[in-house]
């Protein structure tokens, strides 16, 4: 079975300061990982994924993650930290033997707080 | 623009009223999903539409009925809903498939519909 944990309900971390959301995950192969953000009242936008390839994946807004394999982690960084980037932030999983998106779960979600 | 539109953004109705979501998607996807979001909670997937699977989780009440008339829309229909179904609904697509060109199976989420059940 697949699973997926975010470990910090709460992440707190001032203007400029470099940031990390920790994700791990528990998958039977290769995963498919992926990155959300939600801001207040809106729907989830896709941030970055892993597929394959490069362990650093780059996404929008300045933001990265790092699949370790050996640690089974994908965790979300930012060199500095926008008081915009203050949002919800979701990791996701998908089997790749899973063909369809229904099979994607989805984290508990970290609550990313960047004080100016 | 996410290219998933879902209306209205929000909705207010009584125990006893009949209304409905709509989500439209512009982004030639074959599949489309209802996704319930409550405070403190998980996501919850409620229905998936696709070429492959319809899948309906067991746990939703059948006070919500969906409806995909085609690959580009998806209705979720609410009818005689509780207090504790007030939730953010989000609406998704995904283009599935194995072996599909580009497909990694990713979902694009619309900015979700508040529904506010009286």
């Known amino acids: 079975a697949q699973s997926v944990a975010q470990p910090e309900d709460q992440v707190n971390v001032a203007e400029g300061n470099p940031l990390t959301v920790k994700c791990t995950y528990s998958?039977?192969?290769?995963?498919?990982l992926f990155w959300y953000v939600q801001y207040p009242n809106r729907g989830l936008q896709f941030l970055l994924k892993y597929i394959t390839g490069d362990n650093l994946v780059k996404g929008s807004y300045g933001f990265e993650a790092e699949f370790n394999k050996s640690q089974t982690s994908f965790h979300l960084k930012k060199p500095s930290a926008l008081v915009s980037d203050s949002a919800l932030y979701f990791c996701a999983v998908r089997d790749p033997l899973y063909s369809s998106a229904s099979k994607i779960i989805f984290g508990s979600g970290t609550r990313l707080s960047i004080r100016p | 623009e996410t290219g998933v539109t879902q209306t209205p953004r929000h909705l207010v109705m009584g125990m006893t009223n009949k209304k409905s979501l709509k989500c439209e998607q512009h982004l030639g996807h074959n599949a489309m999903y209802w996704y319930k979001q409550s405070a403190k909670k998980p996501l919850e997937l409620m229905f998936v539409y696709s070429l492959e699977e319809r899948v309906e989780n067991n746990s939703v009440p059948s006070r919500f009925s969906p409806e995909c008339p085609n690959s580009s829309h998806l209705f979720l229909h609410l009818h005689t809903l509780q207090p504790e179904d007030s939730a953010l609904y989000l609406c998704?697509?995904?283009?599935?498939?194995?072996?599909?060109?580009?497909?990694?199976?990713?979902?694009?989420f619309g900015e979700g519909s508040r529904l506010t059940v009286l």
């Open positions: 998958v039977s192969g290769n995963p498919y």
């Open positions: 998704a697509s995904s283009q599935d498939g194995q072996g599909a060109r580009g497909n990694t199976g990713e979902l694009f």
